[in-house]
């Protein structure tokens, strides 16, 4: 990550690559309306939709799950399991840069550090999620309601003024609380196959 962001400012000289006013088709995708809902909100349940139906109703869904889970009894059962880690590795990738071209469309630049507050974001929104409907096991609804719920929260708090700074710690400390929640709620699970 570091190689790459560094890769990324020397090409860019750290400064700020504005996207063209005639490039509307581009600035649509961010800041575009169909009707009341923004494009944005548009692709995000669109990708939602497919990403939970291949988790559910696929092979590739049902194969990611027990290598993130248990790779060594997915090993045991006949999975490549660094075959399916890499497919993961890579639908992450494909994800992650259609982010980017999502929030270089919203704010017409590509930034080089424009990306960086949030992978702690998404942290938070996962572990979250995992931790209020996942029973302490990651998965795409919680992952979606977490977001959801730090965006609200961080709408709300600039609304009413909070410091930027604020906010990054009120994220942090809503890591830590869902981390330590997902802890115990993993060791109560650990603990009742004993039993």
Known sequence: MFVLDGINVFITGGYQVPVGYDETAFLYLGQGKIGMIAVPVIILLAVFAIAYIAAIRTRIGHYISAVGDNPMAAFYSGIN??????????LSALLSGGAGIIVTAIS?????????????????????????????????????????FLYMVDS????????????????????????????????????????
Do not use: C
Not at 81 to 90: N, S, T
Not at 113 to 135: I, M, P, Q, R, S
Not at 156 to 182: E, Y
């Open 156 to 195: 709300g708090m600039n609304m009413v003024g909070f410091p930027f700074a604020a906010r990054h710690i009120f994220q942090g400390l809503v890591l830590i609380i869902a981390v330590g929640a997902n802890a115990l709620l993993n060791r109560e699970e650990v603990h009742l196959k004993f039993i």
């Open 81 to 90: 399991v660094y075959r399916w880690v890499i497919l993961a590795f890579m």
């Open 108 to 148: 017409s630049s590509a930034q080089p550090v424009g990306g960086d507050g949030y992978l702690l974001e998404a942290f938070a929104a996962v572990f979250l999620g995992a931790t209020v409907l996942g029973k302490g096991k990651p998965h795409l609804l919680g992952t979606l309601v977490g977001v959801f």
